[in-house]
């Protein structure tokens, strides 16, 4: 049972590259969010999607896009990355939509240069 | 917006208790949760309360729940090496679950 399996682990980014963090999930989880993680400011909700063709922004949604096409994928869009988006990604999911139960990926590295 | 409020870091004696605290202001969360962060690893729930509970034990873990003071701590006893990660107190209901900063937790000999 893979779980929640995050794409790349590592990434570099040039200035104004546009690049697509990969999320996927085996369990048929409903509810599937992105965070980033920043040093001293914990975890940030980016988006969120409570099901298949439903999306909704969290805390720090700009400079972001998601779509959710399949129950198991939710990839996250940096359309055009900026410094200020250098931080680890964590894509997570639960069975519900009242959050209680998150399973975490082990996260993307990116740094944009 | 809503906050979690942690301290950064905690320094334990080998097979001493830990207690790391929270602080939060969302007085509607459901539930509160404690996650556990090893180095280059997600996050992993450790314990969780309901929002009507005070106390939650589990094993070696102790979970208080202070509703009034909007407070929550978690008690690891008898504190192991392979206990030293980052602690995070997460609070929150439907969609929306607000993280603290982590509290690092170091256990020594």
């Known amino acids: 049972n893979a779980g929640v399996t995050q794409t790349p682990k590592f990434q570099v980014l040039k200035t104004g590259q546009s690049m697509t963090l990969q999320c996927a999930q085996d369990m048929n989880h409903e509810y599937m969010s992105w965070y980033r993680q920043d040093p001293g400011m914990g975890l940030r909700l980016i988006h969120y999607s409570v099901g298949a063709g439903i999306t909704d922004q969290g805390e720090v949604p700009n400079g972001y896009n998601v779509s959710r096409s399949t129950t198991e994928d939710f990839p996250l869009r940096l359309l055009s990355a900026a410094p200020s988006q250098t931080s680890v990604y964590f894509c997570?999911?639960?069975?519900?939509?009242?959050?209680?139960?998150?399973?975490f990926g082990s996260g993307t590295q990116l740094s944009v240069l | 917006g809503e906050d979690v409020e942690q301290s950064l870091f905690l320094s334990v004696r080998e097979g001493d208790s830990s207690v790391i605290n929270c602080t939060y202001t969302d007085s509607s969360s459901t539930y509160l949760y404690w996650y556990k962060q090893e180095p280059g690893a997600g996050l992993q729930l450790l314990t969780y309360i309901f929002s009507n509970m005070d106390m939650k034990q589990d094993q070696r873990l102790t979970v208080l729940l202070n509703k009034k003071d909007k407070h929550l701590s978690l008690r690891i006893a008898d504190t192991q090496t392979g206990d030293s990660a980052i602690y995070f107190c997460a609070c929150g209901g439907y969609n929306k679950l607000i993280f603290g900063a982590g509290t690092r937790l170091a256990v020594h000999p």
């Open positions: 997570a999911s639960s069975l519900g939509r009242n959050n209680e139960k998150l399973f």
